[in-house]
Every structure is written in C-alpha cells, then in structure tokens.
C-alpha cells in the first residue's frame, strides 16, 4: 500500500512514470543508517523502464532505473537477512494510525528487512544503467539530477556520506 506513504521530492519519478507508482515492487541494493535521523536510505531498483526515456537514456540502452529512498524517525529496525543481489521484492506499506507512522517490510529471497517510520518518505539520486549478468549495478550510471549528473558517473561507495545521507 504505497498510498499511505507521502513522497517527497518524486517530481523526477513522476516525471518519469506519470501517476502510476513503479515503487511496488523494488530491488533493494543498499541499506544505509544514519543515527543523525534516525534515518534509514535505501538503495533500490525500481519496476520496469518509464515509457518516456530521456534521450540519453534511450542512446545508452539503460535497462533499470534506480532512486533513493529516505526514510525518517526509524523505530523498531530489524535487518536478519541480507544476501545480495536481491531479487526484486514487495515493499509492503503498513498504516499504524497513529502520528503519521507507518510499518515497512521487504520480505523475500535474500533480505528481510522491517521498521517504522514517518510516512513522509524523500526520493532523489534518480538513475538508469544497464543490469550485469550477475545481477548487480557496479557499471555506469546515468543520473537525472543535474548536481549528481556532474558529480558521479557511477553509485559511490557506501562511505560517501554527501551522496548516501543527503537527498
């Protein structure tokens, strides 16, 4: 129920898909903790390719589009399973009711993953590549944001606080 989220910052995935949310299904690819927040970045892959490709993307036959996703007032984590490359997994999105909270799990092959957190959910670091054999995303990347598009060619390592903690 990725309704009960308010997204922050999605103009560029809107931008991208329209209304319809490609965050159902996600591949999770990094999970970063920030005891700043508390807060909680993930690294995922999003559902399939938007039908308006920018041109760039088009001329480098990209295959997946990737964002960040930050959540914020982390409660309750729990992290008992992480084996990557993780297949695609439900991001299940759970109401509690009570001051904008909500319950967030991506359960499957290779992560179980759950915690709680405010609705209100930033997305930026928005990006295409094209998928390894092997299932993972170490190659080029080609960014939507114009600051990143100049910065990074590929995703920074998880030390590289500047990319993985601000959105």
Excluded at 60 to 89: G, I, M, N
Excluded at 119 to 140: E, L
Excluded at 152 to 163: C, L
Aim: contains cysteine; aromatic residues 8%; glycine residues 8%.
């Amino acid at each position: 129920m990725i309704d009960a989220l308010d997204l922050i910052h999605a103009h560029d995935l809107i931008g991208l898909y329209g209304s319809a949310s490609p965050l159902e299904e996600i591949r999770p690819r990094s999970v970063n903790l920030d005891w700043r927040g508390p807060a909680i970045t993930l690294r995922v892959d999003v559902s399939g390719l938007p039908a308006g490709l920018p041109q760039d993307w088009k001329a480098a036959e990209v295959d997946t589009v990737q964002c960040h996703l930050k959540f914020l007032a982390v409660e309750d984590f729990s992290l008992s399973r992480w084996d990557p490359p993780v297949p695609p997994t439900s991001l299940v999105v759970e109401p509690l009711g009570k001051n904008r909270r909500v319950r967030i799990q991506l359960s499957g092959p290779g992560v179980d993953l759950r915690f709680t957190s405010h609705k209100s959910v930033h997305i930026g670091h928005v990006s295409a590549f094209g998928i390894t054999p092997d299932g993972t995303d170490g190659g080029p990347h080609l960014f939507l944001g114009n600051l990143d598009r100049r910065r990074y060619q590929t995703v920074p390592e998880t030390e590289e606080k500047t990319f993985y903690e601000r959105i």
